[in-house]
């Protein structure tokens, strides 16, 4: 198994453009979820979904859109990327379940410049 | 707003001290998980509490949840500089399907 692989590893954007970052799980995992990592401001969670065709908003979610159609992707869509969204991306994954939750598999992150 | 607060937000230790870390919520969870981020990677999970004042073990590291499943804890015993990292604790709320609370992390340095 890949576990959760991401796409790309870095990418550097001027402002205003627009971009994909990809995740996909092959561990049939129901939740799905995208966090960016700032210093000094921990994990912070920008979208999450708990199965295909449900997403719901984070913390963050605003300049962020997500979709699942799939049960192994999760793509995140920046709309017009702005220096704010310099940042480390990852993308994790866990086993449904309620009211505990799984343990949550993390990618290896995307490091994005914004320009 | 902050669901969940860590503290201390950094530590510096000398090789053989002891660390604890800190996590608090401002609501009951169901469970909390706790991770660890090398520098340069991403976080891996470590352990998870789920019963009220549940304490586990592995080698040098203790979890504690604590009776109220509102705080958490995780101890190192005589640190060693393998344990360098950032150390996080995720609460879940089961009223909130599918989503961790992540705390803020600790930076834990450890001096030779």
């Known amino acids: 198994n890949a576990g959760v692989t991401q796409t790309p590893k870095f990418q550097v954007l001027k402002t205003g453009q627009s971009m994909t970052l990809q995740c996909a799980q092959d561990m049939n995992h129901e939740y799905m979820s995208w966090y960016r990592q700032d210093p000094g401001m921990g994990l912070r969670l920008i979208h999450y979904s708990v199965g295909a065709g449900i997403t719901d908003q984070g913390e963050v979610p605003n300049g962020y859109n997500v979709s699942r159609s799939t049960t192994e992707d999760f793509p995140l869509r920046l709309l017009s990327a702005a220096p704010s969204q310099t940042s480390v991306y990852f993308c994790a994954s866990s086993k449904g379940g309620a009211p505990v939750i799984a343990e949550q598999f993390f990618g290896p992150g995307t490091r994005l410049t914004v320009l | 707003g902050q669901q969940v607060m860590q503290i201390p937000q950094y530590q510096h230790v000398q090789e053989g001290e002891d660390f604890t870390t800190y996590c608090n919520s401002s609501?009951?969870?169901?469970?909390i998980q706790w991770y660890k981020q090398r520098p340069g990677g991403h976080p891996v999970f470590l352990i998870q509490l789920v019963k009220s004042g549940e304490v586990k073990k592995q080698k040098r590291l203790t979890f504690q949840f604590g009776e109220a499943k509102k705080n958490s804890s995780l101890h190192i015993t005589a640190t060693q500089t393998t344990d360098v990292g950032t150390y996080f604790c995720a609460g879940h709320r089961g009223s909130t399907l599918g989503r961790l609370y992540f705390g803020r992390g600790t930076q834990l340095t450890v001096w030779p």
């Open positions: 609501t009951t969870l169901s469970n």
